[in-house]
């Protein structure tokens, strides 16, 4: 019933004021049904006079004892000056509507509440105002509603343009959808780069065949949520590790439809991790790693050298007659020598290549990635040719040269005992025959 228009059942250029006073005073039923209706009617000549109203605006206006037919807002006002503000307002809002010429629509505050009001003029046969048609509906809680969902906008937008985790959604190719505003903020990228392009060429290479196994399985194995570290590069070059959450969302009817990523930077957890992890494999003196990082981390390199299909060279060394250079010159000049082994050794390989002390002057280098066993031989030459040059100790040079045993993944050991017990034996053979010599562990290995 709210939504009918009384006034659409007449034509308002074919009725004089008089004959729609009289009409409104003697149907009852039409009486009745404009004050059913819940939004505000009023009716004015075209002078400004009220004609009709409904009981709403009545009891709005406090006027339900008086005769407000044919009085203007003005004279309302000097009745009611409580509301003199209220009916200036349809005054000059009447105005308006008037030398528009049609319909207008505004917001007006009656008592702390907001109504949205529709100003519609007619005209009569000679172009004269004839009546103004007012109709007001109350949208108190729309505001409110409006003016909630505003500030949640407002905060949820702060929240997302200063928030350091990245939210990115994609589809079941990995394409992305959607990237929040810290996307661009923190890795530099517009979103306009992204949409609709793959997310995998920004995943570290090391990471991004995890993260498309994660997006399949997620797609293909209904599987809800997931998590996964990766690293990925900013538009600068640099890498941020983020820790990924990724929850698939299906449609109403099950089906899938998107990927939801959220992504936390852990660049300063894993940084400590490193640390801890460098503390716990670290050599106070030099270094190097230590027996532990050997113990726990080389079962990997095999394996990684299986998968690869390549070989790992093992240089077992130590610095002959170390024991004699530490008895007659000190410990500290000792210590002093196993610094620079170190650096001399580290100056003969690939910075990726581990050096692990295994105690006192012993080490091992740990040669990876190597095409096939033979191209372990001229470095591990160069190498000891390295170690039997001087040695400058606080001012004083001394000769100290080396012993190096060599054994070769998997050819010469297939386990971890095996290998670095064979590199342990060619050492033992490279110090019966002279020292200051490199030895194989298999002497074919030379031919």
């Given at each position: 019933m709210s939504n009918m228009n009384p006034f659409s059942l007449f034509d308002s250029k074919a009725i004089l004021t008089e004959d729609l006073l009289n009409l409104f005073e003697n149907e009852k039923q039409l009486r009745f049904l404009i004050d059913m209706i819940q939004e505000f009617?009023?009716?004015?000549?075209?002078?400004?006079?009220?004609?009709?109203?409904?009981?709403?605006?009545?009891?709005?206006?406090?006027i339900e004892e008086i005769d407000y037919r044919g009085k203007t807002d003005l004279e309302l006002a000097e009745l009611k000056p409580k509301f003199r503000e209220s009916f200036e307002f349809n005054m000059s809002t009447d105005e308006h509507a008037w030398k528009k010429g049609s319909a207008i629509k505004i917001e007006k505050t009656i008592m702390g509440e907001v109504w949205e009001v529709i100003k519609t003029p007619f005209f009569d046969d000679f172009g004269e105002r004839h009546h103004l048609v007012i109709v007001s509906r109350n949208i108190t809680e729309r505001k409110k509603a409006e003016a909630k969902l505003q500030e949640s906008e407002r905060k949820y937008r702060l929240i997302a343009e200063n928030m350091k985790d990245i939210i990115i959604t994609v589809n079941e190719k990995g394409n992305v959808q959607y990237t929040s505003p810290s996307f661009e903020h923190i890795l530099g990228y517009s979103a306009e780069e992204f949409i609709g392009k793959p997310l995998l060429p920004i995943i570290h290479t090391d990471d991004a065949r995890r993260m498309k196994q994660m997006i399949e399985d997620i797609v293909d194995s209904n599987i809800l949520?997931?998590?996964?570290?990766?690293?990925?590069?900013?538009?600068?070059?640099?890498?941020?590790?983020?820790?990924?959450?990724?929850?698939?969302?299906?449609?109403?009817?099950?089906?899938?439809?998107?990927?939801?990523?959220?992504?936390?930077?852990?660049?300063?957890?894993?940084?400590?991790?490193?640390?801890?992890e460098k503390l716990a494999y670290q050599d106070a003196l030099t270094g190097v790693y230590n027996r532990r990082y050997l113990m726990?981390?080389?079962?990997?390199?095999?394996?990684?050298?299986?998968?690869?299909?390549?070989?790992?060279?093992?240089?077992?060394?130590?610095?002959?007659?170390?024991?004699?250079?530490?008895?007659?010159?000190?410990?500290?000049?000792?210590?002093?020598?196993?610094?620079?082994?170190?650096?001399?050794?580290?100056?003969?390989?690939?910075?990726?290549?581990?050096?692990?002390?295994?105690?006192?002057?012993?080490?091992?280098?740990?040669?990876?990635?190597?095409?096939?066993?033979?191209?372990?031989?001229?470095?591990?030459?160069?190498?000891?040719?390295?170690?039997?040059?001087?040695?400058?100790l606080n001012g004083q040079t001394i000769e100290a040269s080396s012993s190096l045993g060599?054994?070769?993944?998997?050819?010469?050991?297939?386990?971890?005992?095996?290998?670095?017990?064979?590199a342990d034996k060619a050492l033992y053979k490279a110090k019966l025959k002279g020292k200051s010599r490199v030895e194989f562990y298999k002497d074919e290995l030379k031919k």
């Open positions: 009617i009023v009716v004015k000549d075209g002078f400004g006079r009220w004609l009709v109203t409904n009981l709403k605006v009545l009891e709005a206006y406090e949520k997931n998590k996964i570290e990766c690293r990925v590069q900013k538009a600068d070059g640099e890498y941020i590790w983020y820790e990924s959450v990724c929850s698939g969302v299906n449609k109403d009817n099950g089906v899938f439809d998107h990927i939801i990523i959220s992504a936390r930077d852990i660049t300063d957890r894993k940084n400590n991790e490193s640390y801890l726990e981390k080389l079962p990997n390199i095999l394996v990684d050298s299986e998968i690869n299909g390549t070989k790992v060279g093992f240089i077992y060394l130590d610095i002959d007659s170390f024991k004699d250079i530490n008895d007659t010159m000190g410990h500290e000049k000792g210590d002093q020598l196993l610094i620079q082994f170190v650096r001399r050794v580290q100056s003969n390989l690939r910075f990726t290549d581990p050096i692990v002390r295994i105690g006192g002057d012993e080490f091992i280098a740990i040669v990876l990635n190597l095409p096939s066993d033979h191209y372990i031989i001229p470095i591990a030459d160069m190498l000891c040719d390295s170690l039997k040059k001087p040695w400058l060599v054994a070769v993944y998997p050819k010469d050991g297939d386990s971890v005992p095996s290998i670095l017990s064979n």
